[in-house]
């Protein structure tokens, strides 16, 4: 009944996926300063634990049960009640196990909220962050994927998202920047150098490597578009890289290594939404956008003073939405049965581009919003002493180094 090539596709893809979280936490981790390191890597580990707890319980539910053209499903699932372990996936002609999908699903549910974190860097007490994580999936990330990937009502009305431009990097961004607005600017280490490059440039790549599980394998299955959507992610990623590279080198007079890193990511957060749906030559286009989007997004969030301390609006906020904007410009009828802007559908790039900016929207205000409600359960931002001291030391009584050897 099921096909092992594609059923060890999916694994793989999952795994990839998985990989994902723990770059994350070393991309973060090496752009923090050296008193902050831990305390922003096991907020990322944190959610790989708890998401798991939250979507075999009632996430995955609450995301792919229900009635069409809904905002969110409901707890049919709950503890994957009435899923054997041997049903097959209706939506990929039963060519592999129900639950491989429910797995690939949850690593895209584990990352998202751990994306949010660096904005908040040093800033924000564990306690407060792991309501946050719980609510935040529950009222902005599970919606949205019902609405865009669970039939619900942004798909009804014609959505289309490849691997998550709205669902993710959108949600996520604004997000991120509605948490600068309201937890405030750092008071120590705003100006502190990245502790370790090198470890930026490992989580770099282990979110590259992990990214083709991310795009191609949201293709569900293994055809013609798996393979058009992972060249894309390369090809976004590596056209992004090239730009920042010399806008960079150009703005400031000398070549960055931190600013390739961001401006890669910036290119495969971008490419995300539109994968599997436009042609090569678009992911150029799409890549090169993307960095001057995010280049350009950076240096407006400095000139306003936003302390967004990594950067996840202007490359994952302002990525997601651009990318979701680009798909409704570029996607063709002939490689996905998806015709844009350039084919001149503009009903669809309409939709695209109000869908995204309206999910930005919501994710924006309800964070604000439950940010403030959280604060009157237990405190969200650290106080004085402890974001002086380091959340490192203060909140976990640990170090990532021992400084006696350094």
């Keep these: 009944m099921f096909d092992t090539g594609t059923t060890t596709f999916m694994i793989l893809s999952t795994s990839l996926v998985m990989l994902m979280t723990p770059g994350l936490a070393f991309f973060y981790g090496g752009l923090a300063s050296k008193r902050n390191i831990l305390g922003i890597m096991i907020q990322t580990f944190a959610s790989l634990g708890i998401t798991t707890v939250l979507w075999i319980t009632f996430g995955y539910s609450l995301c792919f049960s229900g009635g069409e053209g809904g905002i969110i499903g409901n707890f049919h699932w709950a503890f994957l009640n009435g899923i054997p372990f041997s049903q097959a996936f209706s939506g990929a002609n039963g060519q592999y196990p129900t639950f491989i999908f429910i797995a690939y699903q949850m690593m895209f ?27 935040w999936q529950i009222f902005v990330y599970y919606p949205f994927v019902h609405m865009v990937w669970g039939g619900g009502l942004l798909a009804k009305w014609g959505v289309v998202d490849f691997a998550g431009g709205l669902v993710v990097h959108a949600s996520a961004g604004l997000a991120a920047l509605a948490s600068v607005f309201y937890v405030g600017k750092r008071k120590s280490d705003k100006d502190a150098p990245p502790n370790s490059i090198p470890l ?4 770099t790549g282990l979110l590259w490597f ?23 992610t390369d090809v976004a990623a590596s056209f992004a890289l090239v730009t920042w590279l010399f806008i960079e080198w150009i703005h400031v007079g000398k070549p960055k290594f931190v600013g390739v890193l961001t401006g890669s990511v910036a290119g495969l957060a971008t490419i995300t939404p539109a994968a599997g749906f436009v042609p090569t030559w678009a992911a150029m286009i799409i890549g090169i956008t993307a960095s001057v989007v995010a280049y350009l997004a950076v240096q407006w969030k400095n000139k306003r003073g936003w302390d967004d301390a990594l950067d996840v609006w202007g490359v994952h906020g302002m990525g997601g939405i651009t990318g979701m904007i680009l798909l409704g410009v570029f996607a063709m009828k002939g490689i996905n049965g998806q015709s844009g802007l350039i084919e001149g559908n503009w009903a669809f790039f309409l939709k695209e581009t109000v869908s995204v900016l309206a999910a930005a929207a919501y994710a924006f205000i309800f964070t604000y919003l439950m940010l403030a409600v959280i604060n009157k359960i237990t405190p969200v931002r650290v106080s004085e002493e ?9 909140i ?8 006696g050897t350094l």
């Design 109 to 135: 549910a584990i990352i998202t909220p751990a994306l949010i974190t660096g904005a908040f860097i040093n800033r924000v007490t564990f306690k407060a962050y792991l309501i946050f994580l719980v609510v």
């Design 200 to 203: 930026v440039a490992i989580g």
């Design 210 to 232: 992990g990214w083709y599980g991310f795009n191609a394998g949201s293709e569900l299955r293994v055809d013609d578009i798996t393979t058009l959507a992972f060249l894309n």
């Design 386 to 394: 402890e974001e002086k001291e380091g959340l490192d030391t203060a």
């Design 396 to 403: 976990l009584g640990e170090k990532a180094y021992d400084e």
